[in-house]
């Protein structure tokens, strides 16, 4: 193996009720009595001195109406007991709340909703989680949410977002997804997954409400697993309770079920092709889907984008009265420099200009990502001309992001590079990473692809960079065959650069033993390197053989 350096009866009379977002009622959630929406946290978030909030049209108005290592031994002694009575007759835990009791009951929670539609498939429409957001109390209108869409980096953006809003002082609740190896990595508070426990708590709590949408849907189409997470991060949101959401679409944006959510500021990530038999033929066809979480009177923070995408955004922003702010107008990557772990970064903020930002995150496209989720901040608390955030705060907040599976080093001889690049353009971004900021004598890939993704695309953007090819599969049933990918390798690679490996964990060995042998007696042997990419779950699933743990 690799190793490492409410309580009410909800009233179901009239499903009708269920069909749009709009005819949902008000909040059933109260807000906590030790938080307090007048406080001035966010006036904290700004530098001393400046100007009033505002900036582009409508932005001013958001900050006024906010309402690494190895896998720990889990083992529990056999003389503690996990569950106890106390003199009230009440439960208490003394088990661990990610240890073995609470792992297995959450192997269960999986195996239930692990029968149910698969988030991979949609079918366009919000009346099932409506229905059941309604009967939680609306959970999902019980905080400011900043909405992320996009092809690629929403989930990178996302944690920045989170990052910078809990470095200004909030409580921050983050939904993602998919996870890498666990699945509560999808719901985090204050930057971490909840435990295991919380989440098989979570279901538990909701289980009787997704019965009773399930049993009164008239086509019979019962809650999709994705659907039912994204009422649990809601209700885990509201019960913390946080003072801002972070919410990353699925798939899409219109009928993604976190558009049951009215976001303050949506937040868009450079689109691309993905998904094209849900989302459409083409990147316009994606941006009209993906357009749908821009709300009328928010603010659409805009990362960079095609000519024709951007077209199809501004005409969204236009119909319902959104702001804009657009990167490479409002907001961008004034200077970039590659630094030791990562790089720093000179950005344009609505309110100014951000210097002597260090980013521990490597690629051109990370530094887009960074300017995008300091602009969506700023949107969020009103900065304008004038108006910053404060400089330390953001600088502190950019130092400490982490994005597993994202060029994630988890071995330093030869080095082991981790990402989680799925689909052409975010092979096309991680080749121009590892081309401008490393410099591996030999780079070998191991590289494994689910059947439904453009395998070849993915392989074509790797190919000027790397040396030689391993070609395997992950666990899952929708990974492509082994046979179809090694055809698709020789294509590209030729026969002679390539090698086909049934697993993952062989398929590593099998890239670190070509990156040490030197065939060369004149040749280095330092300065080798594998990246292991082409799927979330290939990823993955190698940080969890490297004994990373979730996060």
Known sequence: MPQDETGRKPDLSDLDSFAGVDELGTSGYEESDDHDPELDVRDTAFEAGGGSRGGIGGVGQLGDNLATGPVPDLTVPEDVELHELDDQGEQVEYGDPDGPEARRELMVVEAELNQRWPETKIEPSLTRIAALTQLLGEPNRGYPVLHVAGTNGKGSTARMIDALLTRMGLRVGRYTSPHLQLVTERIALDGRPISAARYAELWNDIAPYVSMVDGAAADGVAMSKFEILTGMAFAAFADAPVEAAVLEAGLGGAWDATNVADADVAVITPIGLDHVEYLGPDAVSAAREKAGIIKPGSVAVIGEQDPEVLKVLLERAVEVDAAVARAGSEFGVLEKEIA????????????????????????????????????????????????????????????????????????????????????????????????????????????????????????????????????????????????????????????????????????????????????????????????????????????????????
């Open 340 to 551: 030791v772990g990562g790089q720093l970064l000179k950005l344009q903020g609505l309110g100014g200009v951000y210097d002597d930002i260090f980013l521990p995150l490597h690629g051109a496209h990370q530094a887009a990502n960074a300017a995008l989720a300091l602009a969506a901040v700023e949107a969020f608390f009103g900065a304008g001309k004038d108006k910053q955030l404060v400089v330390e705060a953001v600088r502190e907040a950019f130092a400490e992001v982490e994005t597993p599976g994202r060029l994630e080093r988890v071995r330093a001889a030869p080095t082991v590079l981790l990402d989680a690049a799925h689909n052409p353009h975010g092979a096309r971004a991680l080749a121009t990473t590892v081309s401008e900021e490393f410099a591996f004598r030999r780079l070998v890939a191991v590289v494994g692809v689910m059947a439904e993704k453009d395998a070849h695309g993915i392989l074509d953007a790797l190919e000027p960079v790397v040396s030689d090819i391993v070609v395997t599969r992950n666990s899952s049933p929708r990974s492509m065959p082994l046979e179809e990918l090694n055809e698709l390798a020789i294509s590209v690679f030729g026969e002679d650069r390539v090698v086909a490996e049934t697993d993952l964990e062989t398929a590593i060995e099998t890239a670190i033993a070509l990156v040490e042998t030197n065939d060369d007696p004149e040749e280095p042997l330092a300065g080798g390197g594998v990246l292991v990419t082409g799927s979330v779950v290939t990823v993955g699933e190698a940080r969890t053989l490297f004994g990373k743990e979730p996060a």
